[in-house]
């Protein structure tokens, strides 16, 4: 299903012939306790996201097989947001602010889901408040960073997402989302600039020639 395919991060985009990246943080256990204030954490988390305004930066995703591709990512808050898959993907993700839209020039096809359906939304809502917004699984601090683990209380998104975010800045380095059959793609994001003008034409949804090619939330 779609929903299902955007939540795992739109692994089909993945190139092969890339090299192994570096790694800069493992996925944590969250059965460990931790003793930090996890709600003063969650509060620094909040404010720190809700003060984007716009951000560009460069991604890395990775595949459960563990093959990379990287991209550009663009994002203008509250709602808009562009994943640019670097050739040879034919893949670019778009959200304009209600709709999520996977399009494949390769296929000339257009898949769209709710914003809301998708991990996203946690990035992408007009006022971010995690705890409200989602089901805390767990927070914990490592080795310089905080990890939270969050699930869909409505279950419109299946499996899992574990945020990374530097300490104490608050800086989002990273995700790992874990589908419903417990595969995982994590998501790096790198050189990050804030405050950037982004025009509004990157977060324009196109249509398809054929509106069959449309395909809006199919299951």
Same mark, same amino acid.
């Given at each position: 299903?779609?929903?299902?395919? #955007?939540?795992?991060?739109f692994?089909?985009?993945v @190139?092969p012939?890339?090299? +192994?990246?570096?790694? &800069?943080? !493992? $996925? ?10 996890? @709600?003063?954490?969650?509060a620094g988390i ?5 003060s984007?305004?716009?951000?560009r930066?460069r991604?890395?995703?990775?595949? $459960?097989?563990?093959?990379p591709?990287?991209? /550009?990512l ?6 808009? *947001? %562009?994943?640019?898959?670097? +050739? ?7 959200? +304009?602010?209600?709709?999520?839209? &996977?399009? @494949? ?6 898949d769209? !889901? $709710?914003?809301?359906a ?5 990035l *992408? ?6 705890a ?12 310089g960073f &905080?990890?939270?683990? #969050?699930? +869909? ?8 997402v574990q945020?990374v ?5 608050y800086? #989002?380095?990273?995700?790992f989302?874990?589908?419903? /059959?417990?595969?995982?793609? %994590? ?6 600039? #804030?405050?950037?003008?982004l025009?509004p034409? /990157?977060?324009? &949804?196109?249509?398809?020639e054929?509106p069959?090619?449309?395909? %809006?939330?199919?299951?």
């Amino acid at each position: 299903m779609i929903t299902m395919f #955007l939540s795992s991060l739109f692994l089909q985009a993945v @190139d092969p012939a890339q090299p +192994d990246p570096e790694p &800069i943080a !493992a $996925p944590v256990e969250t059965a460990a306790a931790d003793t930090f204030d996890a @709600d003063a954490a969650l509060a620094g988390i909040n404010a720190y996201l809700n003060s984007i305004d716009t951000m560009r930066a460069r991604f890395l995703q990775i595949s $459960p097989n563990g093959a990379p591709i990287q991209g /550009l990512l663009s994002m203008d808050r509250p709602g808009r *947001l %562009r994943f640019e898959y670097d +050739d040879p993907s034919p893949i670019t993700v778009i959200a +304009d602010g209600t709709t999520v839209a &996977i399009e @494949d020039s390769a296929l000339e096809t257009i898949d769209r !889901a $709710p914003i809301r359906a998708t991990p996203l939304y946690w990035l *992408l809502a007009d006022e971010i408040d995690l705890a409200a917004d989602a089901e805390v699984i767990d927070v914990v601090r490592e080795l310089g960073f &905080i990890y939270v683990t #969050l699930q +869909d209380p409505n279950d419109e998104m299946q499996g899992s997402v574990q945020f990374v975010f530097e300490e104490p800045s608050y800086i #989002l380095r990273e995700w790992f989302v874990t589908d419903a /059959l417990g595969e995982m793609t %994590r998501v790096i994001i790198q050189d990050q600039e #804030l405050s950037v003008n982004l025009s509004p034409r /990157l977060f324009v &949804i196109p249509e398809p020639e054929n509106p069959r090619d449309s395909r %809006r939330g199919r299951r």
